[in-house]
């Protein structure tokens, strides 16, 4: 049978092309075009967050200044707590300058005992037990002195007891306990001690 086109009435002829024509544009819309405006659309949400994060960015670009600032701000006040809360115990060095303000005071240390320490959540606290020759005058410049270290030492538990047969320059012996204060290290888990000595040094003879 001969399906020749040109044999159906013009009518038919145009029904024909027009099915055709629309089945090409239906076969391209769905094997072109549509793939196409997804990936478009993919792109286009794709632009949007991008805009959004260097939005987020250029924000973030205008504040680093302040961070810096904040940052060094932060730095000098970690400095300064570290000149009164130490993270190292060192017991010889804070000998040394009691011994210096004593000397100062005209007072004898008789005895430097360091004690274990006391931890707490950022801080350790390390008790010494002094004893102390000289008289009134002298123990309260003494006290005086080492409550304007820039360390913080707590002087606390005072007992005073005075000579039978006084000198001039020694009527009383005095035991306190000298309370200074550690910095934890926040990456030593558990240690609860500082990074320096446990220990101290015996305790210190007195003067002749």
Same mark, same amino acid.
């Given at each position: 049978?001969?399906?020749?086109?040109?044999?159906?009435?013009? !009518?038919?002829? $145009?029904?024909?092309?027009?099915?055709?024509?629309?089945?090409?544009?239906?076969?391209?819309?769905? !094997?072109?075009?549509?793939?196409?405006?997804?990936?478009?659309?993919?792109?286009?949400?794709?632009?949007?967050?991008?805009?959004?994060? $260097?939005?987020? +960015?250029?924000?973030?670009?205008?504040? *680093?200044?302040?961070?810096?600032?904040?940052?060094?701000?932060?730095?000098?006040?970690?400095?300064?707590?570290?000149? /009164?809360?130490?993270?190292?115990?060192?017991?010889?060095?804070?000998?040394?300058?009691? !011994?210096?303000?004593?000397?100062?005071?005209?007072?004898?240390?008789?005895?430097?005992?360091?004690?274990?320490?006391?931890?707490?959540? *950022?801080?350790?606290?390390?008790?010494?037990?002094?004893?102390? !020759? +000289?008289?009134?005058?002298?123990?309260?410049?003494?006290?005086?002195?080492? +409550?304007?270290?820039?360390? /913080? /030492?707590? $002087?606390? +538990?005072?007992? $005073?007891?005075?000579?039978?047969?006084?000198?001039?320059?020694?009527? /009383?012996?005095?035991?306190?306990?000298?309370?200074?204060?550690?910095?934890?290290?926040?990456?030593?888990?558990?240690?609860?001690?500082?990074?320096?000595?446990?220990?101290?040094?015996?305790?210190?003879?007195?003067?002749?």
């Amino acid at each position: 049978m001969d399906l020749s086109l040109s044999k159906l009435p013009w !009518q038919a002829q $145009i029904g024909a092309f027009a099915v055709v024509a629309l089945g090409a544009a239906g076969g391209f819309y769905y !094997q072109f075009e549509m793939p196409a405006v997804a990936e478009m659309e993919a792109r286009r949400t794709q632009l949007v967050a991008l805009r959004k994060d $260097i939005t987020k +960015g250029l924000t973030t670009a205008k504040k *680093l200044p302040e961070f810096r600032a904040g940052v060094t701000d932060l730095e000098n006040r970690l400095a300064n707590l570290r000149a /009164i809360l130490p993270e190292e115990k060192d017991a010889a060095d804070l000998l040394r300058r009691m !011994q210096s303000v004593a000397v100062q005071s005209n007072l004898d240390i008789r005895s430097f005992k360091p004690n274990p320490t006391v931890t707490k959540e *950022l801080h350790a606290e390390w008790p010494i037990s002094l004893e102390l !020759q +000289g008289n009134y005058h002298n123990l309260a410049l003494f006290f005086d002195r080492v +409550g304007k270290f820039t360390r /913080i /030492i707590n $002087i606390t +538990g005072v007992d $005073i007891k005075g000579f039978e047969r006084p000198s001039p320059n020694t009527t /009383i012996t005095a035991r306190c306990t000298a309370m200074t204060f550690v910095l934890l290290d926040p990456a030593a888990k558990g240690g609860g001690r500082g990074r320096g000595r446990a220990g101290g040094p015996p305790p210190p003879p007195g003067r002749s």
